[in-house]
């Protein structure tokens, strides 16, 4: 079989579909085999049968109470006037989990004893059974303690130990082996070189594998040989229940994962209509399922969370895990593809008491879009996305204590708002700065709608040349807002080191030759390079370029870091972070725009003191280019 290009675009529900009817076909075991385990070893395995009770608990009439057992008939009178004394011989002392002495039927605390030498002195009357644990109250011999298909807690363990279990039937834990592939992948702890990757998939998928409750294993990494690929894979079969090949499951040149399970198995799906993850091969070999993941990391994780993990629910007999799911108000708009269900990444907080979701940066090889995500958006196949605002279900992936203390900050990126978010974290774990870049514009659009607490930016006014306030009575006309200054920062060309073509300002980048990097529309960045392009005479076009964008300063540098450009405006601390030279251009503000409900809230009281910290402020001007001489100065 050649290298196969997409089967078809199959909907992840038929995909699973088809992948269990090559599972029926092959012989594929329904069920894992079940296994007696000791019942402390249990937790986290699901019961392969009933769960019967062999013993009652507790398996006598036991006190409740610490006090005296006593016959509650004895009691009878007693008052706070006319209280009762019991002899010695007419109560017994007990306590707590002690079995009830024949003849008592009821126990008093013992605060509310009151002695007369040896007699018990009691001025309140007592019914029967108060204070009485009776046998058989938690479970009775006989019950039903846990049904099968159960995964097993550590309450369930202590439950069907009180009621008698030593040991448990429970399904044997799933064994998933991965499989890494590809000629430029190479093992974590080895020195990448040029064109070279790290193999950090099959560490993130073991990783997914354990939490899923399994048992995981990493192959070494194969290079592309479909023959040194099919014999791993013939071998690798035989020891597990389910083996994830990584990479090699797309159409190229060298992807032979879905002609490696055509040739030793069943092929079952090979292309899913999801994104990202897109180039799914489902199928396989022996009587074994085989899962092809995509190599790019994102994918990889989402091809596991799909298929993987309710496979290996199936095997356990247990139901596939669910997570909480939460409406939230989208804080930009979010365009996704016709044709396939597009699963986001979102960032999450709580502001004026609604949550609000912030779509993270959606490449498949964004792998801080996996750290980052506080949840998951799933825009169905037929739809084209959402509008900024509208509300959407969200699947957690972060507690929503967690999610109600995030400073939900979005507008014009900045380095010192992610230290500031390193900071708060180390002060609090609880407390989150959440940044999305979006732009300085798009930043106080997003505050005038009420998707975020705060806004940064940087946007010169070319009439008054002044920023940030012009756009905040513009943008921000009518809604109540204070306006913080962060710091100063020097704004210029970023360029390879020891600026080999000798760019000198802006006026430079109309030169031949000189490839340039910009900034999205909307950015402060991008007003100002506008604005100076616009004092020299010089049209846009005249910047080869001038339409290449990027979100942050960061990719910027990355950018001219990776020889694609010459140069592109940004901020010096950028420059550094990659071993770049700069070209300055000018000193600017940089502003936090802020909700006035949000301005002396706790929320962002954290906030507000590190930003007074000498130790912060010490730790920002060590980024190069910054001035902390006004940092957290109310300016309106």
């Known amino acids: 079989m050649a290298n196969s290009p997409f089967i078809k675009d199959v909907p992840a529900a038929r995909a699973m579909q088809a992948w269990r009817a090559a599972r029926d076909a092959a012989g594929c075991p329904a069920r894992l085999p079940a296994v007696l385990v000791p019942v402390a070893d249990a937790a986290g395995l699901v019961t392969a049968g009933p769960v019967w009770a062999t013993r009652s608990s507790p398996p006598f009439d036991a006190a409740g109470m610490d006090g005296i057992a006593v016959r509650a008939a004895d009691t009878l009178g007693a008052t706070e006037t006319t209280p009762v004394r019991l002899a010695a011989d007419a109560y017994d002392v007990v306590d707590t989990g002690d079995p009830m002495p024949a003849g008592r039927d009821a126990v008093v605390m013992r605060e509310h004893v009151h002695y007369a030498g040896l007699a018990a002195e009691l001025r309140a009357a007592v019914p029967p059974y108060q204070h009485v644990r009776s046998i058989g109250e938690d479970v009775s011999a006989g019950e039903l303690l846990l049904p099968a298909g ?13 009621a008698g ?42 990783t997914q594998a354990r939490e899923a409750g399994c048992d995981a294993r990493c192959l070494p990494v194969e290079p592309d040989s479909p023959d040194r690929i099919a014999s791993v894979v013939k071998a690798a079969v035989a020891d597990c229940d389910l083996l994830i090949i990584v990479a090699g499951s797309s159409a190229g040149r060298d992807d032979y994962t879905a002609r490696v399970v055509a040739e030793l198995g069943i092929l079952a799906v090979h292309g899913v209509a999801v994104r990202p993850g897109h180039p799914v091969v489902l199928g396989t070999v022996g009587q074994t399922p085989v899962l092809g993941a995509p190599g790019y990391p994102v994918s990889a994780a989402l091809t596991f969370d799909i298929f993987a993990e309710p496979l290996l629910a199936e095997l356990a007999g247990a ?27 979102v960032r999450l907080g709580v502001v004026a008491g609604t949550t609000v979701a912030s779509p993270l940066p959606r490449g498949a090889g964004v792998l801080t879009s996996l750290v980052r995500a506080d949840g998951l958006l799933v825009v169905p196949a037929g739809q084209e996305g959402h509008h ?58 997003a505050l005038r709608d009420g998707l975020c607490h705060l806004a940064g930016s940087h946007l010169l006014d070319p009439a008054s040349g002044e920023y940030t306030l012009p756009y905040v009575d513009r ?6 807002v204070s306006v913080v200054r962060l710091v100063h920062r020097d704004q210029g060309l970023i360029v390879a080191p020891g600026n080999p073509l000798g760019l000198a300002g802006i006026a430079d980048l109309a030169r031949p030759g000189v490839r340039y990097v910009n900034r999205q529309r909307g950015a402060g960045t991008r007003v100002l390079l506008d604005y100076e392009l616009g004092r020299l005479g010089i049209s846009p076009d005249a910047v080869s370029g001038y339409a290449r964008e990027e979100p942050t300063h960061l990719a910027v540098a990355a950018a001219i870091a990776a020889g694609r450009c010459d140069a592109g405006l940004g901020i010096l601390a950028a420059a550094r972070a990659f071993g770049l030279d700069f070209v300055p251009v000018t000193q600017e503000p940089y502003d936090l725009v802020v909700a006035a409900s949000a301005m002396d809230s706790p929320l962002l009281a954290p906030f507000w003191s590190l930003l007074r910290s000498d130790q912060f402020q010490a730790a920002v001007t060590a980024l190069g280019g910054y001035s902390t001489k006004e940092m957290g100065r109310r300016i309106r």
């Open 319 to 345: 139901p596939p895990r669910t997570r909480p799911r939460v409406s939230a108000r989208l804080a930009r708009k979010l365009a996704s593809p016709l044709g396939m269900d597009d699963w986001v990444r």
């Open 388 to 445: 900024a605002g509208e509300h959407v279900e969200v699947e957690l992936l972060r507690g929503i204590d967690e999610i109600a203390h995030t400073i939900v900050a979005i507008g014009s990126h900045d380095l010192v708002l992610d230290l500031a978010a390193s900071a708060l974290r180390a002060d609090d774990p609880i407390v989150t700065l959440a940044s999305s870049n979006v732009g300085s514009l798009g930043g106080l659009v």
């Open 165 to 206: 279990a030593i040991e448990l039937l429970v399904r044997r834990r799933p064994v998933v082996t991965i499989l890494p592939t590809g000629d430029e992948v190479r093992p974590i702890g080895s020195q990448p070189g040029p064109g070279e990757i790290l193999d950090t998939n099959s560490v993130m998928l073991a």
């Open 475 to 480: 943008v921000l006309a009518g809604t109540e």
């Open 150 to 162: 159960h995964r097993l807690r550590a309450a369930d363990i202590a439950a069907a130990a009180a």
